[in-house]
């Protein structure tokens, strides 16, 4: 199975701030990857597809990038309604899996 | 709109089985992959597999297979997942998720099932 290794698993920051999360593929995936905002008791919402694609309705404070098997998620201003979880989804390969997730806080 | 109604909370006893379901409206059932995701208290994100209600093709995470079983009702534009054995591991919050125009964009509400005796 894929690994994806996400990092941190915790963040806390403040408003305005310059926030990026990460996932480390353990094999090629190309940009099949999906990144996923989910808030405390809410079913996870996609922000971004095939790695750099903002998902419809997604501010545009939102990015994704790739570097390799790096892929991050960057908040550029960080606002108070992003705080909550993140998590990566590979589909390049079969089982889909997911990262571990991040719980971003406010400081 | 699109819509996933997910069905209620579950308490069931260990060993035994449960059948969730996640009824969708507002686009063509038939002609999008459903997908089923586990969340496990406190834990991440697994994806257990898809079904294709137009033909009932599924897609098993390997993890799961002979935990779960994916079926479709196309009358009642319904998935379903059945949830065999349980056990304590099992205590989760099930969604369902359609790919309607990109894979995983619209999802139920979650049902969470909790395996006690």
Redesign the interface.
Known sequence: DIQMTQSPSSMSASLGDRVTITCQASQDIGNNLIWFQQKPGKSPRPMIYYATNLANGVPSRFSGSRSGSDYSLTISSLESEDMADYHCLQYKQYPWTFGGGTKLELK | QVQLQQSGTELVKPASSVKISCKASGYTFTSNYMHW?RQQPGN????IGWIFPGNGNT?Y???FDGKATLTADKSSSTAYMQLSSLTSEDSAVY?C?AAI?????Y????VMVTVSS
């Open positions: 995701i991440g994100l697994e994806w897609k995470n390997q993890k969604f998720a125009s990109n894979y995983f964009d999802w139920g509400q979650g």
